[in-house]
């Protein structure tokens, strides 16, 4: 939750992920294998069903009010809309459910106006990642428990994601959603953070380049707020380079990934490409502007099989000795005795 005072980046992490239908799915799919109210919930609508609700109605973008706001069929089949609202806290705010009740006489209200309904009955789902016990939609002491879905004017869920398991999460088939639900889950727990983030590097390398490394990069914004500038030091180690964690950015990164994985054909070939836009000024020019030191950098912590492994690609690929001693580190010598 954001108000007009704050740009928090952990409310714009949440709404950035989980603004799209398909991670939204896999965010209850996970919630409800320990959380009864969201089972539930997915059992009386139409999951393939969600669409979000644009801004003009639910005033959701950086510094917007609401977090996320949906309609979903019901699935009674007779495409009867019903309108969600996913709500984000990461500490106990006594404000809560006076905000949630306005996004849904503001939100849900004007969106059934516009489309010539009385009214949507609305499902606020409230999800929270803080360090202290806390469930807004318990706190009505004066009432016994039977009276608060009364008191409330939306059907109220809660979820507490620490509850959501590491074990679901390794095994969900949406990467995106899990690794940013256990950076919530871990958000005050460096240690455990370190420990299970790197086990999500397998299933990170099955998703596009560019969607990993934006990933990434906002997972890297949100945990520093919570846990400072050191936190991204840390997961630098624990996805062993800078360029890995950030999707392989440099050309040394891109070597040690590629001799790690044993795949010294596909590298050739990559240097082959970098080397054809070289010879527009030179071979020795193009590697003079970094190409060489990106690729020593890269080779520098290989093994010396592996150098021996990679000069033999690059001789069978026709290239000089010269270039591929300088690429290497390797002697002539060596080269010529492969």
Same mark, same amino acid.
């Not at 256990?182 to 727990?189: G, P, R, S, V």
């Not at 846990?227 to 062993?240: Q, Y």
């Not at 270039?323 to 005795?337: F, H, Q, R």
């Given at each position: 939750m954001t108000n007009k005072n704050s740009r928090r980046s952990h409310d714009a992490f949440f709404r950035w992920l989980f603004a799209d239908e398909n991670h939204l799915r896999a965010l209850l799919?996970?919630?409800? #294998?320990?959380?009864?109210?969201?089972q539930q919930f997915l059992a009386a609508v139409d999951p393939n069903t969600f669409v979000r609700i644009p801004d003009t109605?639910?005033?959701? !973008?950086?510094?917007?009010?609401?977090?996320?706001?949906?309609?979903?069929?019901?699935? @009674?089949?007779?495409h009867a809309l019903v309108g969600v609202l996913l709500e984000h806290k990461s500490g106990p705010d006594a404000n809560t459910l006076a905000q949630m009740k306005k996004y849904v006489n503001s939100v849900m209200n004007a969106y059934a106006q516009s489309? @010539?309904?009385?009214?949507i009955p609305t499902v606020a789902i409230l999800f929270y990642n803080g360090k202290v016990p806390w469930d807004p939609y318990k706190n009505f002491p004066q009432y016994p428990e039977y009276f608060h879905n009364l008191i409330l004017p939306f059907?109220?869920?809660?979820?507490?994601?620490?509850?959501? @398991?590491?074990?679901?999460? *390794?095994?969900?088939?949406?990467? +995106?959603?899990?690794?940013?639900?256990?950076?919530?889950?871990?958000?005050?727990?460096? /240690?455990? *953070? *370190? +420990? =299970? %983030?790197?086990?999500?590097?397998?299933?990170?390398?099955?998703?596009?380049?560019?969607?990993a490394k934006n990933l990434l990069e906002k997972i890297s914004v949100y945990l520093k707020e919570y846990?400072?500038? @050191?936190? %991204? /030091?840390?997961?630098?180690?624990?996805?062993?380079s800078i360029g890995q964690?950030?999707?392989?950015?440099?050309?040394?990164?891109?070597?040690?990934?590629?001799?790690?994985?044993? /795949?010294?054909?596909? *590298? +050739?070939?990559? =240097?082959s490409k970098g080397l054809s836009k070289g010879r527009k000024e030179g071979l020795s020019k193009g590697l003079s502007k970094g190409r060489a030191e990106g690729i020593r950098q890269g080779l520098s912590k290989?093994? #010396?099989?592996? #150098?021996?492994?990679l000069a033999k690609a690059f001789r069978n690929k026709g290239f000089p000795l010269e270039?591929?001693?300088?690429?290497?580190? %390797?002697?002539? !010598?060596?080269? /010529?005795?492969l």
């Open positions: 799919k996970l919630s409800a #294998k320990s959380n009864l109210e969201i109605y639910s005033n959701v !973008d950086e510094t917007g009010e609401a977090d996320l706001a949906f309609r979903v069929n019901a699935s @009674s089949g007779d489309h @010539s309904a009385t009214q059907k109220a869920a809660f979820v507490n994601m620490t509850q959501i @398991s590491d074990d679901d999460c *390794l095994k969900c088939e949406d990467v +995106a959603t899990a690794m940013g639900v256990t950076a919530m889950k871990y958000a005050f727990n460096r /240690k455990k *953070l *370190l +420990a =299970i %983030l790197p086990k999500f590097q397998k299933a990170l390398t099955q998703i596009p380049y560019d969607e846990l400072g500038e @050191s936190i %991204l /030091k840390e997961l630098d180690m624990a996805f062993v964690k950030y999707g392989f950015v440099s050309a040394g990164d891109v070597f040690r990934q590629r001799l790690a994985a044993g /795949k010294a054909e596909a *590298l +050739a070939e990559g =240097i290989g093994r #010396k099989e592996e #150098k021996l492994s270039t591929i001693a300088e690429v290497t580190g %390797l002697s002539i !010598d060596e080269i /010529k005795a």
